[in-house]
T-cell receptor, first 109, second 117 residues
Framework: GQNIDQPTEMTATEGAIVQINCTYQ??????LFWYQQHAGEAPTFLSY??LDGLEEKGRFSSFLSRSKGYSYLLLKELQMKDSASYLC??????????WGAGTKLIIKP | GAVVSQHPSRVICKSGTSVKIECRSL??????MFWYRQFPKQSLMLMAT?????????EQGVEKDKFLINHASLTLSTLTVTSAHPEDSSFYIC?????????????FGPGTRLTVT
């Protein structure tokens, strides 16, 4: 079956760095997405990795290892507004997104 | 670019009535649109996938006669919740994807919060 695993909740301090891990099992693989979702709002796109390695985009970076079925989202210089749920989603062989349950990130001052 | 609108943002209806939700891609052509439902503190649940001009493909457990989806044009898809019941109260979100090869990102609408009384 297809499955995306990520931690349910994480807590970090303002100004610090946090890494949110995601492991995936999909029928075929066409890339890995990360989305951010604030409470009561729709998800917004953060990153898309299809090749191994690290993609950096400002304070956010995303890493992919296809051989390990593993990705992480790295958030630096955390701000209070980064408090949100972070959704990991794998794109399967039919180009359908398989969604994880999301990681709720709590930022403390 | 890549803006998706959704209307209405909130709707309250009485049990037994029907509600229509519109999803529009404003600045691109969406060959594929997706409808999701999300209950509080839970992840997105894909309800159905629709391609312009063809019937929607529903996920297992989603009643196609209850959740009517129409993708009449490359910029518009509608979801009609028929004979709504309180258990249908949820956050409904649409997303749209361009038809260009190599572009698989889904652009999300702002969501519609449905409350059935």
């Amino acid at each position: 079956g297809q499955n995306i695993d990520q931690p349910t909740e994480m807590t970090a301090t303002e100004g610090a760095i946090v890494q949110i891990n995601c492991t995936y099992q999909t029928s075929g693989f066409n890339g890995l997405f990360w989305y951010q979702q604030h409470a009561g709002e729709a998800p917004t796109f953060l990153s898309y990795n299809v090749l191994d390695g690290l993609e950096e985009k400002g304070r956010f970076s995303s890493f992919l290892s296809r051989s390990k079925g593993y990705s992480y989202l790295l958030l630096k210089e955390l701000q209070m507004k980064d408090s949100a749920s972070y959704l990991c989603a794998g794109l399967d062989s039919n180009y359908q997104l398989i969604w994880g349950a999301g990681t709720k990130l709590i930022i403390k001052p | 670019g890549a803006v998706v609108s959704q209307h209405p943002s909130r709707v309250i209806c009485k049990s037994g009535t029907s509600v229509k939700i519109e999803c529009r891609s404003l600045d691109f052509q969406a060959t594929t649109m997706f409808w999701y439902r999300q209950f509080p503190k839970q992840s997105l649940m894909l309800m159905a996938t629709s391609n312009e001009g063809s019937k929607a493909t529903y996920e297992q457990g989603v009643e196609k006669d209850k959740f009517l989806i129409n993708h009449a044009s490359l910029t518009l898809s509608t979801l009609t919740v028929t004979s709504a019941h309180p258990e249908d109260s949820s956050f409904y979100i649409c997303s749209a994807r361009e038809g260009r090869e190599g572009f698989y990102e889904q652009y999300f609408g702002p969501g519609t919060r449905l409350t059935v009384t």
